[in-house]
């Protein structure tokens, strides 16, 4: 039987990735944060000195991608994750990483049986066959003050106000974008996490999961 893709979508710090690795761990499955992606291209950009890039030379930087820039602990600051969402509008790096997710997805690493992945465009564009799609949404000052918290503990001094301007104008540029916009898929569970723990999600997302998996047994 082919690999069981969970896809989860949404905008910025709804607690995609918090859900994903849990979802993972809890079924065994691989997981594939592919916004990491797009956070590699930007630092390999911003380290070359290409901060205003063009198409051609994101694409050229997502076409041959420094794995090892995947475990930088840079990845996470803002500034990447603004560039990130500025090139991910690239039709052309949107191309260049569409391969290797959708590989991912298909044949997930150390023949687990099923793949999480999480992003913005996976369960319309990379797995829209995926039998669980989960959209996970929340309110911008929810938002704003979990990035806030995740960015202290990481020994960064963040501003609150400038971090809720970056997640609107960051909303509007992912959403906006006419190649592969963050919008749920038609068939995805919509989760709002405003008001809701981390466990509550969890238990949620876990339940749809395992109903999914007897349909399909
Ligand atoms: O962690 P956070 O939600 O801040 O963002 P991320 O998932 O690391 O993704 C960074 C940026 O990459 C997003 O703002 C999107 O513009 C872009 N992205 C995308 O376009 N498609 C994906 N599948 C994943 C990320």
């Given at each position: 039987m082919s690999a069981f893709v969970v896809a989860i979508d949404g905008p910025a710090a709804a607690g995609k990735g918090t859900l994903a690795?849990?979802?993972a761990e809890e079924f065994g499955f691989a997981y594939l944060d592919t916004g990491s992606l797009y956070r590699a291209v930007a630092l390999d950009l911003i380290r070359s000195g290409h901060r205003t890039p063009s198409e051609n030379e994101a694409a050229m930087a997502a076409l041959d991608l420094d794995q090892d820039l995947l475990f930088s602990?840079?990845?996470r600051r803002e500034e990447t994750g603004n560039l990130a969402s500025v090139v991910a509008a690239m039709p052309a790096v949107r191309a260049a990483l569409d391969h290797f997710q959708r590989r991912f997805a298909a044949n997930p690493p150390h023949g687990a049986p099923g793949a999480v992945l999480d992003g913005r465009d996976i369960g319309t564009v990379i797995c829209p066959d995926a039998p669980v799609k989960l959209f996970l949404t929340a309110s911008v000052e929810a938002?704003?003050?979990?990035?806030f918290l995740e960015l202290q503990t990481k020994g960064e001094v963040p501003d609150l106000g400038r971090i809720s301007t970056e997640i609107r104008e960051r909303d509007e540029r992912d959403a906006g974008r006419a190649t592969a916009p963050l919008?749920?898929?038609a068939d995805a569970h919509l989760l709002d996490t405003s008001n809701l723990a981390i466990e509550e999600v969890f238990a949620k997302a876990k339940a749809i999961i395992e109903t999914a998996r007897q349909t399909r047994a």
């Open positions: 690795r849990r979802l602990p840079d990845l938002r704003a003050r979990r990035r919008k749920p898929a």
